[in-house]
């Protein structure tokens, strides 16, 4: 196995949401995965991400209970609400690719502005949908 809902060992998929947990460099599928894996994986996780409009990183910590750390402050999140039937063909290029972080909101909806569909949310919004998305998903194994 080489990649499991949202997170891959590097040699499988190389993305530019990148994940160090106890050392080891991961791979995420979008940006939101960052956000939702740490509690799943019950580990904190050191994030570096770059913007798709302009290079720039985004850095963040990531434990299982919060966001402990965001670099640049200002950091931004863009989504998309996935349509169920496109989502199940191919969830990396109908969803995923539409997911970025950036270092603040102006260029985050500049971005958005030329992808239908995709707005943007604060980090701290897009870990509550993320917290969310995980207490429907997993509520019995997470207690």
């Known amino acids: 196995m080489v990649g499991y809902w ?6 499988a998929y190389a993305s530019p949401h990148r994940l160090t947990i106890d050392g080891r460099q991961l791979y995420a599928w979008c940006a939101w995965d960052t956000l939702f894996l740490p509690q799943l994986l019950g580990q904190t996780a050191e994030i570096e991400s770059s913007s798709p409009a302009s290079g720039v990183a985004v850095r963040l910590t990531v434990t299982p209970e919060t966001v402990a750390d965001v670099n640049p402050a200002g950091a931004q999140m863009s989504f998309l609400l996935p349509d169920a039937t496109t989502i199940q063909r ?29 707005f943007m949310l604060s980090i701290d919004e ?18």
């Open 90 to 118: 191919d969830i990396v290029t109908t969803f995923c690719h539409f997911v970025h972080f950036f270092p603040s909101r102006q260029a985050g909806e500049s971005w958005a502005a030329q992808h239908a569909g995709a």
């Open 126 to 143: 897009a870990y509550v949908l993320a917290r969310r998305k995980n207490e429907a998903q997993y509520r019995e194994v997470l207690g």
């Open 6 to 11: 949202g997170l891959a060992i590097p040699a």
